[in-house]
């Protein structure tokens, strides 16, 4: 499977301000996906991140809130802009593993917006 | 309603009991993933189903895919401790590989 290594674990932040959260994966991977999972509920899909193009945003979700980068195939980031307390959530990134088995999550980042 | 439906929500079992989990999709199925997640964590990956009646196995953990039925079940053999947490599935209905949904999870305890 690939290893994801996800940063940071946690953070409260205060209303107005820009979070972001770092993926790195130990593989080139093509294409990298962004989820939210907010209190008691399941995982949205946000965003995919292709390597040399934008993002491709899912319907609820647009760029000037969640601006993503993709410098390279093993890196992305992924920032919460002009932060409210509706954005405590969880957000994770998640590839394909190599072997084409199944997608990895990173461990998730817990925001809190107070 | 939810695209993907799991049920039951919660468990509580007595160690040693098996115990079952099923999801439904509201679409076609082009690819089924079963996760585990701990409280506030991330996901651990379990397994991946594609074909129907295709069948896998993840030490005491079975799940099937019955393609017809648009459904998974995921079966836990002789419960332990060690597997309490939320069991999420997740699902390709679009075939576009790696834009998954996914059901609200089953709360699995396990009761010593």
């Known amino acids: 499977s690939a290893v994801i290594s996800q940063k940071p674990s946690r953070d409260i932040c205060q209303r107005g301000t820009s979070l972001t959260i770092q993926c790195q994966v130990d593989s080139q991977v093509t294409m990298m996906f962004w989820y939210r999972q907010q209190p008691g509920q399941s995982l949205t899909l946000i965003a995919t991140a292709n390597q040399g193009s934008e993002a491709t945003y899912e319907s609820g979700f647009v760029i000037d809130k969640f601006p993503i980068s993709r410098p390279n195939l093993t890196f992305s980031t992924l920032t919460v802009s002009n932060m409210s307390p509706e954005d405590s959530s969880i957000y994770l990134c998640?590839?394909?593993?190599?072997?084409?088995?199944?997608?990895?999550f990173g461990s998730g980042t817990r925001l809190t917006v107070v | 309603s939810q695209e993907l439906e799991q049920s039951p929500q919660s468990l509580i079992v007595q160690e040693g009991k098996n115990l079952t989990i099923n999801c439904t999709s509201s679409k076609t199925l082009y690819g089924l993933y079963w996760y585990k997640q701990k409280y506030g964590e991330g996901l651990i990956f379990l397994m991946m189903?594609?074909?129907?009646?295709e069948e896998k196995s993840h030490e005491k953990i079975t799940a099937k895919l019955d393609e017809k039925k648009q459904q998974s079940s995921l079966h836990i053999t002789a419960s332990q401790p060690s597997h309490a947490g939320i069991y999420l599935c997740?699902?390709?209905?679009?075939?576009?590989?790696?834009?998954?949904?996914f059901g609200q999870g089953t709360e699995l305890s396990v009761k010593p």
């Open positions: 997740g699902a390709d209905t679009n075939n576009q590989g790696g834009k998954l949904i």
């Open positions: 189903l594609q074909k129907g009646g």
């Open positions: 998640s590839v394909e593993n190599p072997t084409g088995y199944g997608y990895t």
